[in-house]
């Protein structure tokens, strides 16, 4: 007999009754789901950054090499242009700071950002446009389940991303024999996916008041970009500096040079929380479109 059957008889006949699943069952069914469609996705992702970060780790021993050039030459930047792409003090010091500066403080965040916000925005927007959540819907789910199931496989994806792209990184450091800490390289794959999916959190947001999957991919592709800037040119900029608590970036950091800061780590992840919980909320109480 199957799973979610039960047998039974009457008269001398016997049948079968199905059985609903419960409802941790349906949202990892739609969780699984959504992780399926989207896993060749991940493994080119990861590929691709792994491949970045391995290019960077094997670089580092000829950069370290001349490294009093090359910082006489970033001292010589402009302090905001220093800002912008993460270079400090002690850039070239370390494989960690080398890292943090050309890869994981600047390139990485602003690129790996856009796919939780194409996932989650296409989660509710994207299936009304395209006439999909009729047949989803269509189904014993019901909307909560429906809306966390694909907000918590963009979370599952964009964590494949990273462990692919730390591992490779890591992997290549150790062949090239160079310095990198396995904690250090997780701590900054961890604290980026933090900050990315914060992202994703704010299109299923709007992606479930909007209705519009342009808007819902646009708004937080736009506010990527204006929140990195604010938090990156806060100590040049009063203004920025006045609101740069409202940055996602300035919870992001450099884990992979100064270690993991869980408090900042915990805002991230807690904004993104209550950002999926009122996307499922307004999910919940609106009418589909279609």
């Known amino acids: 007999m199957s799973v979610g059957q039960v047998q039974k008889t009457q008269k001398g006949t016997t049948y079968r009754e199905a059985r609903s699943p419960n409802g941790l069952t349906k949202l990892l069914t739609i969780t699984g789901h959504a992780i399926n469609l989207k896993a060749r996705a991940m493994l080119i992702w990861g590929a691709a950054l792994g491949l970045l970060g391995a290019l960077f780790v094997a670089l580092y021993p000829s950069i370290s090499g001349s490294g009093a050039g090359m910082e006489q030459m970033v001292s010589s930047m402009p302090d905001a242009m220093r800002e912008m792409v993460g270079f400090g003090a002690g850039a070239f010091s370390s494989v960690e700071s080398w890292l943090n500066g050309e890869m994981l403080g600047f390139l990485v965040p602003l690129a ?171 999910f919940h109480r609106r009418d589909i479109y279609n």
């Open 112 to 282: 790996l950002s856009f796919f939780p916000i194409l996932v989650a925005s296409s989660a509710i927007a994207g299936a009304e446009e395209d006439g999909t959540i009729d047949i989803l819907m269509g189904n014993p789910l019901s909307r909560w389940q429906f809306a966390t199931g694909r907000f918590l496989a963009a979370a599952v994806l964009l964590l494949g991303i990273v462990t692919i792209m730390g591992a490779a990184t890591w992997l290549t450091a150790v062949i090239a024999d160079v310095d990198l800490a396995l904690g250090s390289m997780a701590a900054g794959s961890l604290t980026l996916w933090a900050l990315c999916i914060f992202f994703g959190g704010l299109a299923l947001l709007l992606s479930a008041v909007l209705h519009r999957r342009f808007l819902a991919l646009a708004i937080p592709a736009a506010l990527l970009i204006v929140m990195y800037f604010v938090d990156a040119l806060a100590g040049s900029v009063e203004f920025f500096e006045t609101i740069q608590p409202l940055s996602a970036f300035n919870y992001y950091g450099s884990a992979v040079q100064n270690g993991m800061d869980w408090a900042n780590f915990s805002v991230l992840t807690g904004a993104t929380v209550v950002l999926a919980g009122l996307a499922v909320l307004i």
